[in-house]
Nanobody, 115 residues
Framework: QVQLVESGGGLVQPGGSLRLSCAAS????????MGWYLQAPGKEREFVASITSGGSTYFADAVKGRFTISRDNTKNTVYLQMNSLKPEDTAVYYCHARANSYDYWGQGTQVTVSS
């Protein structure tokens, strides 16, 4: 079992920045891929960014050049740095981890971009 706890969401004005954190616990040695997904009201959950255990990163087209993802394996934590935020980035952001072919999810953290 892997447990994921997100933090760092909140309200920010357009053009602003936020950094999300996701701390993993449990069978952390089995974690490979980690990443972030978002779900806006009335929509399906969608991919935002991911990072492999080796540090390779992948981004959705909508966030390329604005978001970065990083991982501190000593702290079992993955980060999502979000810059130049837009109102359409408003959503609940979920941390994801894949371990031994199982997918684990955090509880989600709300990000609201509004003036």
């Amino acid at each position: 079992q892997v447990q994921l706890v997100e933090s760092g969401g909140g309200l920010v004005q357009p053009g602003g920045s936020l950094r999300l954190s996701c701390a993993a616990s449990g069978r952390i040695f089995s974690i490979g891929l980690m990443g972030w997904y978002l779900q806006a009201p009335g929509k399906e959950r969608e991919f935002v960014a991911s990072i492999t255990s080796g540090g390779s990163t992948y981004f959705a087209d909508a966030v390329k050049g604005r978001f970065t993802i990083s991982r501190d394996n000593t702290k079992n934590t993955v980060y999502l740095q979000m810059n130049s935020l837009k109102p359409e980035d408003t959503a609940v952001y979920y941390c994801h981890a894949r371990a031994n072919s199982y997918d684990y999810w955090g509880q989600g953290t709300q990000v609201t971009v509004s003036s």
